[in-house]
C-alpha cells in the first residue's frame, strides 16, 4: 500500500522561509515524477510544482523563483523549500505522485500539511 | 498556462439524480484530461483519467466523456457519499491547472 505524509506545515511570518517534506512508502520517489498541489482555505486547488524522475522541474508562476522542489532518495523524501513567503501563499500543501509516464495524472496523494503566512 | 473552466460552480441535487459537470480547456489538450473528487478535510481522490477511464476501485455510476477542449463528468444516479466537490484537471503540458471545481450539493 502507497502512504504519503507531508510535515513541516507551520505559521511563518511574511518574508520568512519554510521547508516541506513528503515521505513516501511503497514505491520509490526517484521512480515516478512527484509533485506539490496546494489549497487556500475555502478555494480550489492549485498545482504547485513537479520534480522528473530525471531531475528535471517545473513551477507555477506564482511560486517560480522563490519556492525549489528536490527529493533525498536516501530517505525516500520530498521537498518543498519555500523562500520570501506570502500571505497569499497561506493553505494545505499535498504532495502527489504524478505517474504520467505511465498513463495517469497525480494519483496518490498525502493528507496535507497547513502553511500559515501571516504577521 | 492553459485555463480549465468547469461549469457550472455549484449544483443542488437529490439522491439518484443524475448530474453532468462540464469541463472546458482553452487550448485542445487531446484527452489529457482527469476529474478528482474532494470531500470537506480530505485529500482530493482520482476518478476518471485520459477523459474517460475509471481509475480503480471507483463506483462505475462515475464517467467521463470528450476530447480536445470539451469534457464531462456524468454521475449516473447521485449516491450520499457523492456531495462533494469535484476538480478537472488538465495533465497535457506543464504548468498543470485545474478547474475551478464544481461543488455538488443537497437539494
Known amino acids: 500500500e502507497f502512504q504519503l505524509v507531508e510535515s513541516g506545515g507551520a505559521l511563518v511570518q511574511p518574508g520568512g522561509s519554510l521547508r516541506l517534506s513528503c515521505t513516501v512508502s511503497g514505491f520509490a520517489v526517484g521512480d515516478f515524477f512527484m509533485a506539490w498541489v496546494r489549497q487556500a482555505p475555502g478555494k480550489g486547488l492549485e498545482w504547485v510544482s513537479v520534480?522528473?524522475?530525471?531531475?528535471?522541474?517545473y513551477y507555477s508562476d506564482s511560486v517560480k523563483g522563490r519556492f525549489t522542489i528536490s527529493r533525498d532518495s536516501s530517505k525516500n523524501t520530498l521537498h518543498l523549500q519555500m523562500n520570501s513567503l506570502r500571505v497569499d501563499d497561506t493553505g494545505v500543501y499535498y504532495c502527489?505522485?504524478?505517474?504520467?509516464?505511465?498513463?495517469?495524472?497525480?494519483?496518490?496523494w498525502g493528507q496535507g500539511t497547513l502553511v500559515t503566512v501571516s504577521s | 498556462a492553459i485555463q480549465m473552466t468547469q461549469s457550472p460552480s455549484s449544483l443542488s441535487a437529490s439522491v439518484g439524480d443524475r448530474v453532468i459537470i462540464s469541463c472546458r480547456a482553452s487550448?485542445?489538450?487531446?484527452?489529457?484530461l482527469a476529474w478528482y473528487q474532494q470531500r470537506p478535510g480530505k485529500a482530493p481522490k482520482l476518478l476518471i483519467y485520459a477523459a474517460s477511464h475509471l481509475q480503480s476501485g471507483v463506483p462505475s455510476r462515475f464517467s467521463g466523456g470528450g476530447s480536445g477542449t470539451d469534457f464531462t463528468l456524468t454521475i449516473s444516479s447521485l449516491q450520499p457519499e457523492d456531495f462533494a466537490t469535484y476538480y478537472c484537471?488538465?495533465?497535457?503540458?506543464?504548468?498543470?491547472?485545474f478547474g475551478q471545481g464544481t461543488k455538488v450539493e443537497v437539494k
Open positions: 487550448q485542445g489538450i487531446r484527452n489529457d
Open positions: 520534480l522528473f524522475t530525471g531531475g528535471i522541474t
Open positions: 502527489a505522485r504524478d505517474a504520467s509516464t505511465q498513463g495517469l495524472p497525480l494519483d496518490f
Open positions: 484537471f488538465q495533465d497535457n503540458n506543464y504548468p498543470q491547472t
